[in-house]
């Protein structure tokens, strides 16, 4: 036969390890969005990396073409020009005139672009040098970042599964009635079927309790129920800290 006072002491190491399993939970609760938060920096740093390498690449093949076709226009002009002073009839001339200026007019443009890829590339290159140095400096800590949460979560996930072991054996030893009891609290509250008494304050739901009553849970020698919570009251002095 379990007595009254057993059964707290009982609760008391339940609820212990109820805390624990709690702030476990809120830790692992958290650490996916922690996680994510780190990858998402990582993959704005190499995917800025990856937009503005693809952006010079881009403005150097537009260069390398525009500069094989002035080329290329060139040399036409310098031929058109050539065979401008053999033409005798007036109307082939200014035909061939016509062709002339007008590529020397697309050769402007070319000219023009060319330049603004040029300034375009001086402000990509400096950006990718950035965002090159930024990875060399950051990326490798956001890594380790990452790692440490990772671990964390799998130590905290083994301590968790720990002490659902630990709780598991204490359980059996509550008499039936509290331990039915017991389980129907924590069932409909989901933290815990009991709560600390800390001053006359319920750890469960903060609210007050009556003096006189505060008083009785405190000599932890009978089942005493929070009467807003519901939860089992027991006392005892500084919960641990993890
Ligand atoms: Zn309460």
Redesign the pocket.
């Known amino acids: 036969m379990v007595s009254a006072e057993e059964d707290i002491q009982y609760l008391i190491l339940i609820v212990r390890k109820d805390e624990e399993i709690q702030n476990k939970k809120k830790f692992l609760k958290n650490a996916p969005a922690r996680i994510g938060r780190v990858d998402s920096e990582i993959s704005r740093m190499d995917s800025q990396f990856a937009e503005n390498s693809a952006a010079v690449a881009a403005l150097e093949a537009e260069n390398r073409k525009l500069l094989g076709k002035v080329k290329e226009q060139n040399e036409n002009i310098t031929k058109k020009k050539a065979l401008l002073t053999q033409i005798r009839e007036n109307k082939e001339y200014k035909a061939m005139k016509h062709e002339i200026e007008f590529l020397e007019n697309q050769v402007d443009e070319e000219e023009e672009r060319i330049l603004v890829i040029m300034d375009q590339m001086v402000v990509r290159v400096k950006d990718l040098e950035e965002i090159k140095k930024k990875i060399a400096n950051e990326k490798g800590a956001l890594l380790e970042e990452k790692r440490k949460l990772e671990e964390e979560t799998a130590r905290d996930m083994e301590i968790l599964r720990k002490l659902e072991e630990e709780k598991s054996k204490i359980l059996p030893n509550l008499s039936g009635r509290v331990q039915r009891l017991y389980e129907r609290i924590k069932e409909a509250k989901g933290d815990s079927g009991v ?1 600390n008494l800390t001053g006359d304050v ?6 007050r ?1 009556p003096p006189q009553k505060a008083h009785e849970i405190r000599r932890n020698d009978s089942i005493i129920m ?6 089992i ?1 027991v006392f005892y002095e500084d919960a641990p800290s993890s």
């Open positions: 709560a319920c750890q469960g739901c903060h609210s309790v929070c009467e807003v919570c519901g939860r009251l």
